[in-house]
Every structure is written in C-alpha cells, then in structure tokens.
C-alpha cells in the first residue's frame, strides 16, 4: 500500500514538471525580447486638432562605475488615436511599448479642452495598465514637464509622484486622483471630476539678488548665468485643482480651495491650517477631522447640503514669542484663533461649493445623495439639482485633549 501511495506521488510531479514545462516552453517563444521593450514609466497626452501628440517617458538601464542605474528619455509620437501613438513608438526605434510600470498620466491643457476619456479609454482598455496610476493636469503642454530634468531623482516622472503621493493627500497639500477614481466620477449621476495641476516651481525663491545699480553688465550677466542654472532643474508643486464635467476642464480651484475641499473629502492627518488676527499669525496641526454631509429636500424642488465638519488640532507655531510654559504645551490654544479658524474655513468651503455650482461640477456629490435618498424625485430634478441647492457648512475646531 505504501509503495502504491509512493509511485503515485511520483506519478503526480512529474505530470506537474510536464505540465510546466509545457507552459514555459510554448509562451517563452511568443514573449518579446525584453531589449527589445520599452518600459513606459509616465505618459503625456498633448493635442493639436485631430491628432493626439503623446510623450512616453521611458526607463532605460545604464551601466556605470557605481553599478547598474535607470536613465529616463522622452519620446514623442502622433495619432488619431492614442493607441496608433504608441504603435509609431515602436515603428520610430523598434522598441514595443509596455504599461505595466506605467504610473502617471499628465493631460495637457488642449487635451483637455475636449472629453479627456477621448484619451483615457485607451489606459482603461489595456490590461496591463494598473488602474492605480496617476492622473494630473497641467497649464500649458505635458511634453514639456516630462522634459524638464529633475531636481533630486532620475526622472522627471519620479519627482512629479512624490508630489502626488499619499503623505500629500493625508496633509492637505493635494487632491491626488487615480485613473480608477477620475473614471468612477465621470461615469457617476455626478459626471464630475478634478485632477491635481502640476506645475514646475523655482528651486529657490529670490531673495535679495536684486542688482545694484553699481554693478557691471558682466557681473549681472553672470548672476543672470546663475539664476538661469538654477531654473534649469525646478522642483514641482500640484496645490491647485482642476475642475472637470463630462469629461472636459471647466475650472480650478486655488492652493487654498484644494486644502478646503480635502478637509470634506479627505481624511486629514498632521496637516497646517494657518489663521492671524490683527497682530498675531497662529499655525495650528490638524490631527484629524470628520465630516458629516447630508442632503435636506425643501419645498419648491430646492436642497440643503448640510456640512458638518470637526477639525482636532493643536497649536504649532505662533509669530511671537510665547513663555516655556505655553510653548511645552501645544494643546492650548487660544480660544480666540479656534474662532478665527472656524469662520475662515467656513468661508473657504463656501467658495469651493459655489465656484464648483456655477460650472456644474459636482464635487459634493449632491446627483448622487439625490439617487440615493431621492431617489422617485431624480429623474426630474438630475440636470438642475445642483443649481437648486445651497450650501449650510458648519465648522467646529477642538482641541487635541
């Protein structure tokens, strides 16, 4: 009986061992040469007319006296469609085109000037392609960024993700969107979208480099040398939000819009939130936040958006000097600047509803809750629900303890 068992074990590895081998043997031939592929790391959509203009940047290994690195080149290609771009990648050096470490996709501005999805079907289409990657907008041509040389890391692509990472998100500084969430709201009651705007920033701000009168034409010249160096690597900076319906760019919000509306959609950790009264400018960290936002259906087919928002934060910095005592404890704040903190804010999101109302993005989610919970009123009400609401925001600061 033992040898039985023995003999049919053996039988069942080398059945798996065939049954392998067969696999890796008949799809090794159908693989392409892998010097023969290039890896896509990030991809531009720029247009012009009819014709989509893409940038891929791509990942080539170099050898150096340090060991093996990564080089990024961009190249550029044309279409009618994204996918036949791609294909001219490969009609131009020979190297076929893979996504799959594809991770930031920018949209330029006269891309978006039309349905972007015109572009984007293609990334949903591929399955390759994780629908975790980025998305981004920018003033002007994606190109361009792609071809900017990074600051700190080895390509453009790199430094521009970490702008949008996670750590962003969680501190206000960015409302990062994936190709999965932009796609979500675009197919959603709401037709609604927004994608950070990347934009390249100075390394260094100036400060007092202005010339004297004095100073000779070539010493200018040479300070003019050296600015121009500095501008040649920027860092980058995503702060403002662009506003998107139906596919197409409608609008933006300011640096300090996007940090009002991440303190409604987002959770919020270890964000700055700074206000000043008449004498003093006061920092507070966020520690946390919580939204509560529910739709009212009122009389003569109009709504409330009720946005009840609590924020939990301490004190971080003040612009004057306080004692030992009150700098060892950052959970007392002044009641005063909670105040100043809440009205401000309050404000703030207001401005956010408003400017996303007069575009007819819908952010808020205001279609949705209205399927949601109105869901017999819908039908009628779908294309002017969001012009008949109003925003009651209430905002409520508290101390860490």
């Known amino acids: 009986m033992h040898n039985v068992h023995v003999k049919n074990t053996i039988r069942y590895y080398v059945i798996l061992v065939v049954f392998l081998a067969f696999f890796f043997f008949s799809n090794g031939f159908g693989l392409i040469d892998v010097q023969k592929t290039a890896i896509v790391i990030a991809a531009g959509i720029d247009k012009e007319d009819d014709t989509f203009i893409l940038t891929s940047q791509i990942a080539i290994p170099q050898a150096s006296k340090q060991g093996k690195n990564t080089e990024a080149v961009q190249i550029v290609s044309r279409g009618k469609t994204v996918s036949d771009a791609f294909e001219e990648i490969n009609a131009k050096t020979g190297w076929y085109p ?231 404890d950052a959970g007392k704040v002044p009641k005063e600047f909670f105040l100043i903190a809440e009205k401000k804010l309050e404000g703030e999101i207001q401005t956010v509803f408003e400017k996303c109302k007069a575009v007819g993005c819908d952010l808020f989610g205001v279609r949705e809750r209205l399927v949601k919970y109105e869901k017999h009123r819908y039908r009628d009400l779908q294309t002017s629900a969001l012009e008949h609401t109003r925003a009651e925001i209430n905002v409520h600061f508290q101390g860490i303890r």
């Open 98 to 328: 893979k996504l799959v470490f594809c991770n930031l996709i920018i949209l330029g501005e006269n891309a978006a000037k039309e349905n972007v999805f015109e572009a984007l079907d293609f990334f949903l289409r591929d399955e390759y392609l994780t629908d975790n990657c980025l998305i981004a907008a920018c003033d002007g041509y994606a190109k361009d960024l792609l071809n900017t040389a990074a600051l700190v890391d080895s390509s453009s692509s790199l430094a521009m993700q970490k702008v949008l990472s996670a750590h962003a998100e969680r501190v206000g500084t960015v409302l990062p969107s994936t190709l999965r969430e932009f796609s979500i709201g675009y197919f959603s009651e709401s037709k609604s979208g927004r994608l950070p705007i990347l934009k390249k920033e100075p390394q260094q701000e100036q400060v007092g480099e202005t010339p004297q009168s004095g100073q000779s034409q070539d010493s200018q010249s040479q300070n003019g040398g050296q600015t121009e160096q500095k501008e040649d690597k920027p860092v980058f900076s995503a702060g403002e939000t662009a506003l998107f319906v139906h596919g197409k760019r409608v609008g933006k919000l300011t640096a300090e819009e996007t940090f009002a509306l991440s303190t409604v959609l987002s959770k919020l950790r270890l964000a700055s939130y700074s206000v000043e009264d008449e004498t003093t400018a006061c920092t507070f960290t966020v520690k946390q936040n919580g939204q509560k936002i529910k739709l009212k259906a009122n009389e003569k087919e109009t709504f409330t958006l009720k946005i009840d928002l609590t924020m939990t934060a301490g004190i971080s910095d003040l612009s004057k000097a306080q004692s030992i005592e009150e700098i060892s």
